[in-house]
């Protein structure tokens, strides 16, 4: 599956995971606080958006797709989740999701799996698949949403950047200084993708500079 990798994604989120993940700490000030809060207000909205939808998880298994630093990981094992599992390419991102499972005192309750995707054999469905931040950097999305469709079992969440929006030239700019290929969408596009893996009924939101496809619950 080579050609569907995204390599220059893979080493942006094995550099800078740690630069992203300040975006979720609350105890943070100054200047980037503020323009993180500001400018990147997407990503804490729709991890409120997930967690105010799921509620008690109490027995669910989980698989997080592209899980970064691991942080939906770790508020859906607070929430009673069982058999959490992470999935992503980029290795620096994995060490950051480990350390700060450590120090949570999760790392008995949570595994992480360094693969891509389309290359992970699933041996079992999962009831809530996350996909948050995922698309941004997948270069032909329709084998990705086809795939989790038949991954999720109750509850699949997906974020797609938006077309039209101020933030997308400076995220383009931004990322192309980084070698980071990044992909937006309109409305109408994600709608398309969705129906064309097979998604007979979805839910489809607006959060700050993202979509949100909902598929279950």
Not at 33 to 45: F, I
Request: charge should be positive; proline fraction near 4%; include cysteine.
């Amino acid at each position: 599956m080579a050609k569907e990798r995204n390599p220059g994604a893979i080493e942006y989120f094995h550099r800078r995971i740690d630069d992203f993940d300040d975006i979720y700490r609350t105890d943070r000030r100054g200047l980037m606080a503020w323009l993180d809060k500001t400018l990147r207000a997407s990503v804490r909205q729709r991890f409120d958006l997930a967690f105010n939808l799921l509620g008690d998880m109490t027995g669910k298994s989980v698989l997080d797709i592209g899980c970064g630093s691991g942080r939906y990981m770790f508020e859906s094992v607070r929430r009673g989740a069982l058999d959490v599992v992470g999935l992503d390419a980029a290795p620096g991102a994995l060490d950051a999701a480990r350390r700060m499972a450590s120090e949570l005192g999760m790392e008995k309750k949570v595994d992480f799996i360094e693969s891509d995707f389309l290359d992970f054999q699933a041996q079992r469905k999962f009831d809530v698949v996350f996909a948050v931040g995922y698309f941004d950097y997948i270069l032909t999305p329709l084998p990705h949403l086809k795939k989790m469709l038949e991954t999720y079992n109750h509850f699949l969440f997906a974020s797609f950047p938006k077309f039209w929006h101020p933030m997308t030239p400076v995220r383009k700019v931004r990322l192309a200084l980084n070698s980071c290929p990044v992909r937006f969408y309109s409305r109408q596009r994600v709608r398309a993708v969705a129906k064309s893996a097979g998604a007979s009924s979805v839910d489809l939101k607006n959060v700050a500079r993202d979509y949100i496809l909902i598929v279950g619950l």
